[in-house]
């Protein structure tokens, strides 16, 4: 599998535990009694036990959990981003402060 294929991959997981997610919080919201047999057996293709009786929170920080696993490390993001040297030097926000000082007149002027 390329590396383009396995990221995609791991989108659509990361994305299909969202939708999980999103269920479950709906049902907590609304204080739902059990779990719809539907949502039990996508746990399941998750590897997420959802024992009978278990609370839809509990749910919910296992799902956190399992997305964990599949989120990019800030070591891992770097390595996909361009590399340190093509990085503009300028602070983030830079552009839009400057260009407020000149609307101003009190920035550098651009002469």
């Known amino acids: 599998m ?19 997610l999103e269920a479950l919080e709906q049902l907590n ?7 719809p047999e ?11 036990q959802a024992e ?3 609370e ?6 296992r ?14 993001e770097r390595r996909r981003s361009s590399s340190r040297r093509a990085l503009s030097r300028r602070p983030p926000g830079h552009d839009i402060i400057e ?3 000149r609307q101003s007149g009190t920035g550098p002027s651009s002469d």
């Open 2 to 20: 390329t590396a383009t294929e396995e990221a995609t991959e791991r989108r659509a997981r990361l994305r299909r535990l969202d939708d999980i």
């Open 29 to 35: 919201l609304h204080e739902a009694p059990e779990l």
């Open 38 to 48: 539907r949502l039990a057996r996508s746990l399941a293709a998750h590897d997420i």
């Open 52 to 54: 009978s009786g278990v």
């Open 56 to 61: 839809i929170r509990v749910l919910i920080e």
């Open 63 to 76: 799902v956190w959990r399992k997305q964990e696993g599949h989120m990019l490390s800030p070591r891992q």
């Open 99 to 101: 260009s407020i000082l």
